[in-house]
């Protein structure tokens, strides 16, 4: 007797998955439980203002208006 195409494909498909299915099962029994809170979303820098009006972070160097000339500011990266 022949399966009906739907059928048969759903059989192959369970039985590809059955394994997929169980190394799931055991990652999920590993995994730790989220933490309550959020996560931060940025890093905070505290970085000098040159005299150009310019800060470093990171990589980049950016401009800030030059009344921060000169001073610490506390940037989110």
Same mark, same amino acid.
């Given at each position: /007797?022949?399966? *009906?195409?739907? $059928? @048969?494909?759903? @059989?192959?498909? !369970? $039985?590809?998955? *059955? !394994? &997929?299915? &169980?190394?799931?099962?055991?990652e $999920?029994?590993? /995994?730790? +439980?989220?933490?309550?809170?959020?996560l =931060?979303?940025?890093? +905070?820098?505290?970085?000098?203002v040159?005299? %150009?009006?310019?800060?470093r972070?990171?990589?980049? !160097? %950016?401009?800030?208006? =030059?009344? %921060?000339r000169?001073? !610490?500011?506390? =940037?989110?990266?």
């Amino acid at each position: /007797m022949v399966k *009906e195409p739907n $059928q @048969a494909s759903e @059989a192959t498909l !369970r $039985q590809r998955n *059955e !394994r &997929r299915r &169980r190394k799931l099962a055991e990652e $999920q029994l590993a /995994m730790a +439980a989220l933490p309550l809170s959020r996560l =931060s979303e940025f890093e +905070a820098v505290d970085c000098a203002v040159k005299k %150009y009006s310019l800060v470093r972070l990171g990589k980049g !160097r %950016y401009s800030v208006p =030059s009344k %921060y000339r000169t001073r !610490r500011v506390r =940037s989110h990266l």
